[in-house]
């Protein structure tokens, strides 16, 4: 939706679960010296500062990042990218998934970014020039279906709706269908919040029964405030990479600490 603006969100401890992992992700495939293709769907602005007016309106980035940035060691690729990011920017920046990718990844590769909010667009425009990243400003699951598969071959998809628009559960999974025939070697990473309600459980099921080999790694924390309907973070990865598990677990553990 064009309502949508993450910077109300951004550095929570879903950002923290999905950033962690996607930090993983990225520095692993790096290892090997081979190009890969970088997609993302809802790419947001890719860099926010924590000082914000709407993000301390929310207070999501003190009780997210701010309580819980001891979990990840200096040696860690999400550590890293943030300390580089704090390092240019100041001590309220924090990046987006686009930043970890554009920091992470190498010249070789290929990095695709959609956005179709004209304003997060304009923002991600601005702070990603000169750094050679295609972005498109556009409805991204469009995007996604048309340009795959990609060149190279060899990559990762981040899916990322805000899924206000409840059609999403359907919408958003049946193009992760249609992407992984037509990119079947290609890693898809799928965002999606755990609400009060149980409404991402049925897409849940219905994508485990298309790609049993997939990775579900769920977290669950404490509701931010009284009714706050977000009570964990979900993540989906179809043709996770080896040892992509054993890290979320470990992400996981801590997670548990929390309660919730």
Not at 113 to 140: N, S, W
């Amino acid at each position: 939706m064009l309502s949508y603006q993450h910077i109300f969100h951004a550095g929570n401890l879903a950002d923290v679960h999905k950033h962690g992992l996607m930090a993983w992700v990225l520095a692993y495939l790096t290892q090997k010296d081979k190009p890969l293709s970088y997609l993302e769907t809802h790419a947001g602005r890719g860099l926010y500062r924590l000082d914000a007016p709407e993000a301390v309106k929310t207070g999501e980035a003190a009780a997210g990042i701010g309580r819980v940035a001891d979990w990840f060691g200096a040696d860690h690729p999400y550590r890293r990218v943030r300390d580089l990011v704090v390092a240019e920017h100041g001590p309220a920046a924090y990046p987006g998934s686009p930043m970890l990718a554009a920091i992470l990844l190498r010249d070789m590769d290929s990095l695709m970014l959609a956005e179709l909010h004209p304003q997060e667009f304009a923002a991600l425009d601005e702070v990603m020039k000169g750094r050679g990243i295609r972005l498109e400003h556009r409805d991204g699951i469009e995007l996604a279906l048309a340009v795959t598969p990609p060149e190279p071959r060899r990559g990762v998809m981040l899916i990322d709706p805000s899924w206000e628009v409840k059609t999403d559960y359907e919408t958003v999974p049946r193009a992760i269908v249609s992407v992984a025939r037509k990119w079947p070697v290609g890693i898809i990473a799928l965002w999606y919040p755990i609400l009060v309600d149980g409404r991402h459980k049925r897409m849940l099921r219905a994508l485990s029964e298309v790609f049993p080999e997939a990775l579900a790694s769920e977290v669950r924390f404490p509701p931010h405030r009284e009714g706050h309907g977000m009570i964990g973070s979900g993540m989906f990865f179809v043709n996770p990479p080896w040892g992509l598990e054993a890290e979320a677990k470990s992400l996981a553990a801590k997670f548990k600490k929390l309660g919730g």
